[in-house]
């Protein structure tokens, strides 16, 4: 089951990462990076979470409501993470382009995504009789 919802999970991910850096991207042409990676990361997390609780997650009776409630802390935990670490590579390379910002964004995505799994498979979306973690 693990193998599944992992493989699962990072096939989600990926295209989720990749939809995020490409609405970023094209909202940096008119928004400062803190407000595109909002936006991009909002509209983002909804559609993952929602992909997450019918594919991956599947065999579990979370109902949608917990779901993107549970998401929804991770959401600002991942702004919170990913505004950083555009901010601070700005702040270090102040002529980066959109498509560095970008480049950037992707990277910290993959690492809240890591925390993002743990914590939906052993919270949000825990089994019946499951242990919490």
Known sequence: ?????????????????????????????????????????????????????????RHTAAPPVRAHLGAGALFLLGYLLTSGAVLGFRHAVPGASPAAETAVLAAASVAVTVVRFLVLRLAVFRRPGRRRA
């Open 1 to 57: 089951m693990l193998t599944w919802e992992a493989g699962c999970f990072v096939g989600i991910g990926i295209v989720s990462t990749a939809g995020q850096a490409l609405l970023y991207w094209l909202l940096r042409g008119w928004w400062p990076p803190a407000a595109a990676n909002l936006v991009s990361l909002l509209v983002l997390t909804v559609l993952n979470t929602e992909a997450n609780r019918r594919l991956t997650f």
